[in-house]
């Protein structure tokens, strides 16, 4: 990588709109194409600012370019001398944006951690979640150059399975599921049933979400506003799958699942609980995985965040998920903390108290906590 007086670091605040250039670059460059795109960094800070953040909190773009060149670009909140890579309970995945011509993944995050200074000389800390086990050990790699303390904590867990067709994807599930499967399939012959698989909204659609979503066991949203773009935004971009089980007539099971590539992503799960007798969400999900592989060529099903036990049922592999709280060295209190947080662990390993952010981790796991 070259030297620091190569790069230029220039902020932009995320109610100001960037210039036509930038907007593409991000495009172009997006970790990912739903969950880490401009768009949905967009939408998460405007629904940030007016439900999930201190009123001191600001929310900008960090541009590094060398040579005049834009190579990375990170949507970040900060609070006084403490940064966070923008993120919340909606949030499944976080990533810088980099140019993978001139930067690797070690080198994107290095970069950003060493050009804080230019936000802020006295920066303390800067915190990243959910990180997968590739994100935290590049993070854990930069205490060896960079002058900082990376400490992780744990967060969730994502469940996910890869499969070649449909058939070979039930066959391998739990005899457990498949009974149950069978079981309810049968009883709910008793009852006019019918499923539904929508890529277009319509106000009867929208409706029939929130109706099940506020009879289910469900935390209630702070605000609609979010998922509601969500949907409009897949809807737009080709991404939606929503997925209703009606039981005479009324919806009893709703699915958000969104799409890229021959992924499907199980976002949003609801159902009646009055009608959890009869299974409704099982039902629903056996044929949404179905029907994906069969019509949209689906190959990995992704359950993204929740340590939820239903979920062992259907998936193959668990990742756990982490957090990560990284300290500057160069800040006082930064070394403060580090001690604070040193003795924390050895307190720990010697007495066994857990000191996790359960708390914490419990709110913001709970978009895909279904």
């Given at each position: ?11 932009f605040p995320a109610e100001d ?141 994502n469940f996910s399975s890869e ?139 992704d359950f993204l965040l929740g ?64």
């Amino acid at each position: 990588m070259s030297s620091a007086s190569s790069f230029e670091v220039k902020i932009f605040p995320a109610e100001d709109t960037l210039p036509l250039v930038l907007q593409q670059w991000l495009i172009l460059h997006q970790p990912h194409a739903v969950f880490a795109s401009p768009d949905w960094y967009s939408s998460l800070i405007q629904f940030k600012q007016r439900h999930d953040c201190k009123p001191n909190t600001t929310f900008f773009w960090l541009f590094i370019f060398q040579y005049g060149k834009p190579c990375l670009a990170a949507p970040l909140e900060r609070e006084g001398n403490k940064f966070r890579a923008v993120s919340n309970f909606y949030t499944p995945f976080n990533e810088v944006f980099f140019d993978s011509t001139m930067l690797n993944l070690t080198q994107a995050w290095s970069l950003l951690i060493n050009q804080l200074k230019s936000v802020d000389k006295r920066w303390l800390s800067i915190e990243v979640y959910p990180l997968f086990p590739v994100q935290l050990n590049t993070l854990l790699s930069l205490q060896k150059n960079e002058h900082v303390c990376v400490f992780p904590y744990h967060f969730s867990a994502n469940f996910s399975s890869e499969f070649s067709d449909f058939s070979t994807y039930w066959v391998n599930r739990p005899s457990r599921l498949r009974n149950t499967y069978k079981r309810r399939k049968k009883a709910l012959q008793k009852f006019e049933n019918s499923i539904e698989i929508h890529t277009e909204l319509t106000d009867a659609i929208r409706q029939d979400y929130w109706q099940v979503y506020n009879l289910s066991w469900k935390i209630q949203e702070p605000s609609r506003e979010f998922i509601n773009w969500l949907m409009n935004w897949a809807e737009e971009h080709n991404k939606l799958r929503l997925g209703i089980l009606k039981i005479n007539g009324h919806a009893a099971a709703f699915q958000l699942w969104l799409i890229n590539g021959d992924t499907a992503y199980i976002y949003k799960l609801a159902q009646d609980k009055d009608k959890d007798s009869l299974s409704p969400g099982t039902i629903l999900t056996e044929h949404m995985v179905r029907t994906l592989a069969d019509n949209d060529g689906i190959k990995r099903i992704d359950f993204l965040l929740g340590d939820d036990s239903f979920k062992t049922l259907w998936m193959d592999n668990k990742t756990e998920v982490m957090g990560a709280e990284i300290f500057n060295q160069a800040n006082f209190w930064g070394v403060v903390l580090t001690r604070l947080y040193k003795l924390r662990d050895l307190i720990k390993l010697k007495t066994g108290i857990n000191f996790s952010k359960k708390a914490f981790v419990k709110k913001t796991s709970g978009a895909s906590d279904e």
